[in-house]
């Protein structure tokens, strides 16, 4: 069964950091088509960090150099360590990946185009003025 189980959230101040943890399982994890998505009250979900199927990283323009997107193979860990983060960043941060199966195991997807099927429940980031 695939978890992606979020944890890290909290209340900071404006400039602040925060470090959020993804802990997946139930899968043979890899970076590839994994992300990062956040969703304000009111507002549309959106991308915050993703990675592609080819490895890369992608990050919006509103977090560029400011958020950073990392992972542990070892652990089966995702991450994304926010810095100097601002009040516009107050969302509910969820982890994501695209897994399929094949030959009766399931695995992250390494080509194509990602499409993120499994969702965790999500971890609030509050930050005040």
């Known amino acids: 069964q695939v978890q992606l189980v979020e944890s890290g959230g909290g209340s900071v101040q404006a400039g602040g950091s925060l470090r959020l943890s993804c802990a997946a399982s139930?899968?043979?994890?890899?970076?590839?088509?994994t992300g990062w998505f956040r969703q304000a009250p009111g507002k549309e979900r959106e991308a915050v960090a993703t990675?592609?199927?080819?490895?890369?990283?992608n990050y919006a323009d509103a977090v560029k150099d400011r958020f950073t997107f990392s992972q542990d193979n070892a652990e089966k860990m995702l991450y994304l360590q926010m810095d100097n983060l601002e009040p516009e960043d107050t969302a509910m941060y969820y982890c994501?990946?695209?897994?399929?199966?094949?030959?009766?195991?399931?695995?992250?997807?390494?080509?194509?185009?990602?499409?993120?099927?499994?969702w965790g429940q999500g971890t609030q980031v509050t930050v005040s003025s």
């Open positions: 139930g899968y043979m994890f890899s970076r590839h088509c």
């Open positions: 990675v592609d199927s080819d490895g890369r990283t």
């Open positions: 994501a990946a695209d897994i399929r199966e094949s030959f009766n195991k399931l695995w992250a997807r390494n080509a194509g185009e990602c499409a993120h099927n499994y």
